[in-house]
């Protein structure tokens, strides 16, 4: 019999795959299942992007790439990051990964050593915390209501970091909540973390191009943050690209060369074609990228409206990404034909089997009590899913 190691027994799955396989298998059988349980946009990659991987194939782009990534698609990242966001960093100084997900957790296994802490503001991004434990450090939760916008206050930082404090992860616009720390909120952030530099503060940009206000505000921007911080970006959700596998990291010369060396052992560079891809994106035309936010803005107002109108619910307005994070306590305790539904994760499996709309507990993102939304369908749906949630919270006793 096989003996699987211990860290892997004891590793989580995630909650969000595991949602939406559920639902692939309920819609396999015939079931009219609304999937809003995944963050991927429903549009497809942009016409320029897609003709750039085609030349790249004609071209023959088609061998290994050197580990952190081309050249060219570094020097586009850096070019990316002076002008979208005013921070200098050096091709050198960019790794490009297969994913933002591989980006975080090649960060994570280069700088934690065992005991070292993680603050990690909740409700976070369901793979934060499984990735800092099986890099061995300890995370340190910080939580957050709807009355907070789902913001942790400077306050809260403060009080929870030790001597054994290494890092700061957060994301903004954030997942699962699609909260934006504004540029007064991250400067208020910078303060605290200016009195101990030895903290890396790791900001999760990945929803930079879907956010709702004026601009986006990186908290690397602050005095003194860019020296000790580290930026997650890719292109996934700002230019449609979920299976194009495009993340990359901006950091200090040291952490990215131990990044390199880490990734030159297990995964190598990302994908040739996806690359070249890459330099279309960054470079090229936003255009598309500022259609999808429109769309996402208009499906956040109609999902928002809706889920509000349903008595008990409690929801923030979020500034970006493309998720509402209602609390649902008021259902909580209820019962369906006698059976109690005592947490958000019961009342998920409710309106997955009853409803056919599958939405992810926030018990996944270190909130009970609350359930993730993506409203990144179409409009028809959304009203439609709305509509089959009220009803089947209509008849809990």
């Known amino acids: 019999m096989t003996k699987l190691s211990q860290k892997i027994l004891e590793l989580r799955d995630s909650e969000t795959l595991a949602m939406a396989a559920r639902s692939r298998a309920l819609t396999a059988q015939g079931f009219p299942v609304i999937n809003l349980s995944l963050g991927e946009p429903d549009f497809p990659t942009p016409l320029h992007i897609q003709e750039a991987a085609h030349d790249a194939i004609r071209d023959n782009f088609t061998f290994y790439t050197p580990v952190a990534g081309y050249s060219d698609t570094r020097q586009a990242v850096a070019e990316k990051l002076w002008r979208d966001n005013q921070l200098v960093f050096s091709p050198e100084q960019i790794v490009c990964s297969t994913g933002a997900k591989q980006s975080i957790i090649n960060l994570l296994l280069c700088i934690l050593n065992p005991g070292d802490e993680v603050l990690l503001p909740a409700p976070y991004w369901v ?144 994908c040739s074609i996806t690359q070249r891809a890459a330099i279309a994106a960054l470079t090229g035309d936003l255009a598309p990228t500022h259609l999808m936010c429109d769309a996402f803005r208009r499906r956040r107002d109609l999902a928002l409206a809706g889920l509000l109108s349903i008595p008990g619910i409690r929801c923030n307005r979020p500034d970006g990404a493309f998720y509402l994070f209602p609390d649902i306590t008021h259902y909580l305790g209820r ?47 959304i009203i439609d899913a709305v509509h089959r949630i009220a009803k089947a919270l209509s008849v809990l006793e």
Request: glycine share 8%; with cysteine.
């Open 127 to 270: 793979s934060y915390l499984s990735m800092i434990e099986w890099a061995s450090g300890i995370p340190v939760v910080l939580p957050s209501g709807v009355d907070q916008s789902y913001k942790v206050s400077p306050e809260q930082v403060e009080a929870a970091i030790t001597p054994k404090t290494k890092a700061f992860l957060f994301s903004s616009p954030c997942n699962p909540t699609g909260s934006v720390y504004s540029a007064a909120e991250l400067e208020d952030l910078a303060r605290v973390f200016r009195k101990f530099p030895d903290i890396i503060v790791i900001s999760d940009e990945i929803y930079e191009y879907i956010n709702f206000l004026p601009q986006h505000d990186s908290i690397l921007h602050c005095a003194g943050m860019q020296e000790r911080g580290v930026l997650i970006n890719g292109l996934s959700k700002g230019f449609s690209m979920t299976g194009w596998r495009f993340g990359y990291l901006a950091a200090s010369q040291e952490i990215a060369t131990a990044c390199v060396k880490l990734q030159g052992q297990f995964t190598s560079a990302t």
């Open 335 to 381: 019962s369906f034909k006698g059976q109690a539904i005592q947490d958000a994760g019961a009342l998920c499996d409710y309106l997955l089997n009853e409803a056919y709309v599958a939405l992810v507990a926030g018990d996944a993102f270190g909130a009970p009590g609350c359930l993730r939304i993506s409203y990144a369908t179409s409009e028809d749906r």
